[in-house]
């Protein structure tokens, strides 16, 4: 799945979801009505962009839980836009137990090309406590359905759900990977104002998915897909005014939470560098791609001072060296590799 793609975003009412998950406060994320998206769809036909027509995308609600009528006023916007040439391509987001046969033949008519399927876990114990509405096997069923029609499937995960863990994380990306994704999007939870989780986190039956818990969490999932070469598309939810502006409360919000992320990436493959090689007191540098060179530093020098302090370095530099792909520590001016 191409990276390079444009996208021009439609965010869809929250409307027919049959289940309140406890993270979901659909207003406070995408902050749009029926009218204001389908008055942005004419705008996109009134006004063709002149650099060449993007991919649509339909974010915010369950696409295929909106009442059909609903459905085809979008749909039918959209495919007078693609029409127009203001549009290549369509995709949208969904629920798994929203997919059946004649959805995906009715999405196929209209050109949609891309379905993104909120998976959030494959833990049945963390899809109960989030009041998911749906199985672990349910995702399985809808992303081979998906497949199997030639549509792209995109995969959604979350962590610090109800119930859910670091090693429940990392079982259930293992299960995305399986089930062949063309990409995923990672969201780390975000306790928002007016959901049920703001409600248990005030009454302390709930703890908070820490920005600190996502970006450890996150820095061991990250290399799993990339190993399996599924691209992360998004990592952490996509800043807003109405976000910013108090509706996240607490939990994992961060503007530059992939950034973190990779940085941490970065960190611990250092640290078992250092930890092999026994560099404990020694002075040491650290070189890494050009790159990767503010990653490795870290933001105000974290991953520098974190190194220094776990190691009781008497020196560290941090370099940038085009000669690997990895970080390479040299001690006493002789280098080793990362293999």
Not at 102 to 108: A, I, P
Not at 168 to 194: F, Q
Not at 312 to 327: N, S
Request: one cysteine or more; a neutral charge; glycine letters at 8%.
């Amino acid at each position: 799945m191409s990276a390079q793609k444009r996208i021009y975003p439609v965010f869809i009412p929250h409307l027919g979801c049959p289940h309140s998950c406890v993270f979901c406060n659909q207003r406070a994320i995408t902050g749009t009505a029926a009218d204001e998206a389908l008055d942005q769809l004419n705008s996109l036909i009134e006004c063709p962009p002149q650099e060449g027509a993007y991919e649509l995308a339909f974010y915010g609600g369950s696409f295929t839980a909106i009442p059909l009528a609903q459905q085809l006023r979008f749909l039918e916007a959209a495919q007078r836009a693609r029409d127009a040439g203001s549009i290549s391509s369509i995709r949208l987001s969904t629920r798994p137990d929203a997919i059946h046969s004649e959805v995906l033949e009715r999405l196929r008519q209209y050109g949609v090309g891309t379905i993104e399927l909120g998976a959030q876990s494959m833990q049945d114990k963390v899809l109960r406590a989030s009041g998911r509405g749906h199985s672990a096997e349910d995702v399985r069923i809808a992303s081979r359905m998906i497949r199997e029609a030639g549509f792209q499937l995109v995969l959604q995960m979350m962590t610090g759900l109800p119930e859910d863990d670091d090693e429940g994380a990392v079982s259930t990306a293992r299960e995305l990977i399986a089930l062949h994704p063309d990409a995923v999007r990672i969201y780390p939870t975000v306790i928002v104002r007016g959901t049920e989780l703001e409600k248990r986190w005030k009454a302390g039956r709930y703890r908070e998915h820490t920005v600190e818990d996502a970006v450890r969490v996150c820095a061991r999932l990250l290399p799993l897909f990339e190993e399996a070469e599924i691209p992360v598309i998004r990592l952490g939810l996509n800043p807003t005014d109405e976000l910013s502006g108090g509706a996240a409360l607490a939990g994992a919000y961060h503007p530059a939470l992939g950034e973190l992320v990779r940085s941490r990436i970065l960190r611990n493959q250092a640290e078992k560098l250092l930890r092999e090689m026994g560099c404990k007191g020694k002075s040491v540098t650290i070189c890494v791609p050009p790159r990767q060179l503010s990653q490795m530093i870290g933001q105000k020098k974290c991953n520098v001072e974190w190194l220094k302090d776990q190691y009781e370095l008497r020196k560290l530099r941090i370099i940038a060296d085009g000669r690997g792909t990895k970080p390479e520590v040299e001690i006493d001016s002789e280098a080793v590799n990362h293999k």
